[in-house]
């Protein structure tokens, strides 16, 4: 079998030991050929691509980044205003490929399933530090992004407690706040501000001036896709070629200028940004990202293509890709970590908005 690995989008955490794993388990158990194809679909619009052996993907487990390097902005149906679709099906026929293992998020598993039209086959495997991939309960990257804006929250807050300050915090995390959510959890903001639930600024605060009464300093989390109940996203720029072209950042920022109108309280407020997909990947991303690239493999040894690996109740799977095409999943109602959040008195920025422990039943919520 001759097999190309891709990785495409925006990188994260994990992506070098899932080529790893999916690559090495080729290799071992059915002593397939590989060929690692250069940023994305580019290299498969460029006819990028180099042979990989074993060597090549060693040592790669802890590496942040990806070694095949990545693009999210070159979509092979407008690239550079032109659909060349036609050329990357000519190029992976030129490269006699049975397969390619295309490693991304949403954008990349939708280019995926369009290209699949014309008889191409790929292997899909869900990264994301959003952690928004529809038909999956977990991405790796996540879990590391998750801890980077715990470390500083962690930071921010003993600064913001020796100046008395409201610190708010950016995460990324584009249309879904999976981020935010968890790693406010787990970094005890005050207020979490996610896309699902548009937020009051009224609220926002009216919840500062009660923490206020004993505390004069609070944390909040705030993902690049929240929005006021009466407000827009905030767009930080738009970025041709991509499979969303929009780039969301700054909503930080404008809660930042009407807050300073309302509080007598200084406010600072810190983007995030990149950091959250660099560096050195979790221990649970290292194992997990191996683990769905050998599961990746092995829906190649069956050779049923056009399918994601997906993670399902604690369960290895597959789905087709034009289920996940297209698609966004964000924080569900039954999220538990959203419920615990709110039974602790975590503002969401949404007044009256409960979600109360006693109406719970076995098995009913999820850990997203
Ligand atoms: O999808 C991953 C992600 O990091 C999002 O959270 C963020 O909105 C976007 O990519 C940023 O993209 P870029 O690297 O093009 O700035």
């Not at 008395?164 to 959890?185: K, Q, S």
């Not at 309280?265 to 991303?285: K, N, P, W, Y």
Request: with cysteine.
């Amino acid at each position: 079998m001759k097999v190309g690995i891709l990785t495409g989008g925006g990188d994260c955490s994990g992506l070098n030991a899932a080529i790893r794993g999916v690559a090495k388990s080729l290799m071992h158990e059915l002593n397939a050929e590989i060929i690692g194809i250069e940023q994305g679909f580019l290299g498969l619009i460029e006819n990028n691509a180099r042979a990989l052996d074993f060597q090549d993907v060693s040592g790669l487990i802890n590496k942040g980044g990806t070694i095949l390097h990545t693009c999210n902005n070159a979509s092979p149906f407008n690239y550079q205003g032109q659909d060349v679709s036609g050329k990357v099906l000519e190029n992976y026929r030129a490269l006699n490929l049975d397969v390619i293992v295309a490693i991304g998020g949403d954008g990349t598993m939708s280019l995926c399933y369009e290209l699949s039209k014309s008889g191409m086959n790929f292997i899909g495997i869900p990264k994301t530090i959003d952690n928004d991939l529809a038909h999956t309960d977990r991405t790796f990257g996540f879990e590391t992004a998750v801890d980077v804006v715990v470390d500083a929250i962690d930071r921010l807050k003993t600064t913001s407690e020796s100046h008395n300050r409201v610190m708010i915090v950016e995460t990324m995390g584009r249309y879904a706040g999976w981020i935010a959510l968890h790693a406010g959890l787990a970094g005890a903001a005050d207020i979490i501000l996610i896309p699902e639930f548009p937020f009051d600024v009224k609220e926002v605060i009216a919840q500062i001036n009660k923490r206020a009464e004993y505390c004069s300093s609070s944390i909040i989390v705030i993902a690049e896709g929240a929005k006021a109940v009466d407000g827009d996203l905030t767009v930080n720029k738009t970025v041709q070629g991509s499979p969303d072209a929009i780039r969301l950042g700054g909503v930080g920022y404008s809660l930042q200028q009407q807050l300073e109108q309302h509080i007598p309280l200084e406010v600072r407020t810190t983007v995030l940004g990149h950091i959250q997909r660099g560096g050195c990947t979790s221990a649970f991303d290292r194992i997990f990202a191996t683990n769905v690239g050998c599961y990746a493999s092995a829906l190649i040894a069956q050779k049923r293509f056009g399918r994601m690996v997906t993670v399902h109740n604690n369960h290895l799977s597959s789905i087709a890709l034009k289920e996940v095409a297209h698609k966004v999943r964000q924080v569900p109602n039954d999220d538990m970590t959203l419920i615990s959040a709110l039974a602790m008195g975590i503002s969401l920025g949404v007044q009256n908005l409960k979600i109360p422990l006693a109406s719970l039943q076995d098995d009913q919520v999820i850990i997203g």
